[in-house]
């Protein structure tokens, strides 16, 4: 059974630090594509950070700079280090995987991702 679980997240003042992990089980990891994603309620859910099996990295603009995506290919693990938070980071956060051979439908369109988590909520307050 693939599974994908999300941890690390939480409450924190604006300007802090916070770390997010996904762990997977029952997938081939170094096979996939991994990404962060995050949504608001009443809007559409939006791609954060990706990263490949080759370690290529695409971030969000707005997060650029702040934000660092990382994979432990020995753990089977993602993570997504949060620096600088904003209140507009408010969000659940989503890890999602992809077997890169669909690596054509571009790093953050929600189509070619085949697992994903159930989320974990970062709140960033002013």
């Known amino acids: 059974v693939q599974r994908v679980v999300e941890s690390g997240g939480g409450s924190v003042q604006s300007g802090g630090t916070l770390v997010l992990s996904c762990t997977t089980s029952g997938i081939t990891y170094v096979n996939y594509d991994m990404a962060w994603f995050r949504q608001i309620p009443g809007k559409e859910r939006e791609g954060v950070a990706h990263?490949?099996?080759?370690?290529?990295?695409t971030y969000l603009d707005s997060v650029s700079g702040r934000f660092t995506v990382s994979r432990d290919n020995a753990k089977d693990t993602l993570y997504l280090l949060m620096k600088s938070l904003k209140s507009e980071d408010t969000a659940m956060y989503y890890c999602a995987a992809r077997r890169s051979g669909d690596r054509h439908y571009g790093p953050f369109n929600l189509a070619g991702y085949n697992f994903w988590g159930q989320g974990t909520q970062v709140t960033v307050s002013s």
């Open positions: 990263i490949d099996t080759n370690l290529k990295t």
